[in-house]
């Protein structure tokens, strides 16, 4: 059959060849809509925007409709990479591994504008009734399912806000807008203090800080779920030619290093990082190290760098079962086993380097980065530094306490990192919240 030769079928009854033409199309929703969104963010006083990855192809429309609304903009974390971190009015991301000044922008605005995203925690959204709303999402089975939006604009995203942009009214007083920035200088404080603390032997949040100072310009990250996506949520900046992803939606264990591999096989010009915990490298990223090694010699940057944050813990889920079950860490199922991830990549010829002090972690970051081909850093961090919420309040941070009480495995440690953190958030001379 295989080697007859081919006629294509001809047009007959139950025969019919199907066209070939791709055209491409743009879906915009109605001019009557688009009018109704405008006049309702043109009444707002305090607008808050949200993005989500949808809004990746309209990034100088989010920025025009930002500045005219004088608005904030708060980010999905699969939207992380739509807007620079750099914006003064930008928040950063929200939820849950999110950041404060996004939970005080949804918290305090009269008027929300969610472009691309189908954010689902409705604990970080605007409290119902509080604020009107204006949903842009080009998946009519999506919209209007996450907030009691008035208006959704079903389109595409950059089409959509062309459409809008000439409708929106600006100057509006600075009191808002001057109140966002500021929220987000103070955040951006507390978080370098808190990057800054010491623990035992590494902080995990200083490794992802220092990383961030030696991100390249066009680096594409990746992050594992883990506790290492609260790291990338709140200390990488990114900014207009990085791109970033990690499991948003089902936050499932063990993309860190498959998504990596993944961005270096699209972009083999581009340097390319993962955050990934040890957890998932027991999982499977150590196999994939394999992938990695196998198919180097395609990529023209070789700069291909798997980080591990080694906490012998599943730490993520350790936290979260303290925080909300005020359960301690139960040890036969958080604690993992010892395993030389360096020395394991080095076993495949890559580069493999261990940092066990805090003083050497930028150099292994840049020993990282200069390597002539993938290289894994594995970093000896404390699981007793609490991926703090955005929102946590004193009387959380009592539970997690007592729960240490009831015989927590990591007992003082714990309580005292946890503390210090939170503390930075409220230093004298700092406004109190
Ligand atoms: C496939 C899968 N299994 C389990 C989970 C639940 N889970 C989320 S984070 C986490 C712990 C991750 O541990 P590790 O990779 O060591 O990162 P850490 O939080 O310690 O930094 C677990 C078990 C998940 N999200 N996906
Ligand atoms: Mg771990």
Redesign the pocket.
């Known amino acids: 059959m295989q080697e007859l030769d081919y006629s294509p079928p001809t047009h007959e009854f139950k025969m019919v060849p199907s066209s070939l033409d791709r055209s491409s199309w743009t879906a915009v929703p109605s001019d009557d809509s688009v009018r109704r969104a405008a006049e309702i963010l043109n009444s707002g006083d305090k607008v808050a925007l949200l993005v989500g990855q949808g809004a990746a192809g309209a990034r100088a429309e989010v920025e025009r409709i930002a500045e005219l609304l004088g608005a904030g903009v708060a980010k999905a974390l699969l939207g992380k990479d739509v807007l620079s971190d750099e914006l003064p009015y930008v928040t950063g991301s929200i939820g849950l591994l999110g950041t404060r000044p996004s939970y005080e922008l949804m918290r305090d605005c009269d008027t929300l504008l969610t472009i691309g995203s189908s954010f689902p925690y409705s604990q970080f959204l605007p409290e119902f009734g509080k604020a009107r709303g204006v949903q842009i999402d080009i998946d009519p089975h999506m919209v209007g399912m996450r907030y009691p939006y008035e208006v959704n604009l079903v389109g595409d995203a950059k089409a959509t806000l062309e459409r809008l942009i000439p409708l929106i009214e600006g100057g509006r007083g600075r009191e808002w807008y001057d109140t966002v920035c500021a929220n987000v200088t103070r955040w951006r404080d507390v978080m370098e203090r808190r990057a800054g603390l010491d623990a035992d032997p590494i902080n995990?949040e200083y490794v992802a800080r220092a990383l961030d100072s030696l991100l390249p310009d066009n680096a594409i990250v990746t992050s594992?779920?883990?506790?290492?996506a609260n790291w990338y949520a709140r200390h990488l900046t990114m900014k207009p030619g990085m791109r970033g992803s990690l499991s948003g939606t089902l936050?499932?264990?063990?993309c860190g290093v498959p998504y990596v591999i993944g961005a270096k096989f699209a972009h083999p010009n581009r340097p390319a990082i993962a955050l990934?915990?040890?957890?998932?490298?027991q999982?499977n990223g150590m196999a994939e190290l394999i992938t990695a090694a196998k198919y180097r010699h395609l990529w023209d940057d070789p700069r291909l760098v798997i980080a591990v944050?080694n906490?012998h813990?599943?730490?993520?889920?350790t936290w979260e079962m303290r925080a909300m079950e005020g359960a301690p860490s139960f040890l036969p199922s958080q604690e993992?086993p010892d395993v030389q991830y360096a020395a394991f990549a080095r076993s495949l010829g890559l580069t493999g380097i261990r940092v066990e002090k805090p003083e050497d972690v930028e150099a292994g970051w840049r020993a990282a980065l200069e390597a002539d081909g993938p290289a894994v850093v594995e970093f000896l961090t404390d699981?007793a530094v609490p991926p703090i919420p955005p929102h946590a309040t004193w009387d959380q941070m009592e539970a997690t306490a007592a729960s240490v009480l009831k015989g927590d495995a990591d007992r003082g440690s714990m309580v005292k990192q946890g503390f210090k953190a939170k503390v930075q958030e409220f230093l004298p001379g700092r406004e109190r919240k």
């Not at 936050?251 to 063990?254: C, E, I, P, V």
Request: glycine share 16%; charged share 10%; aromatic share 4%.
């Open positions: 995990p594992d779920s883990g506790s290492t936050a499932t264990m063990g990934v915990g040890d957890g998932a490298m999982m944050w906490n813990d599943l730490n993520q889920v993992l699981p």
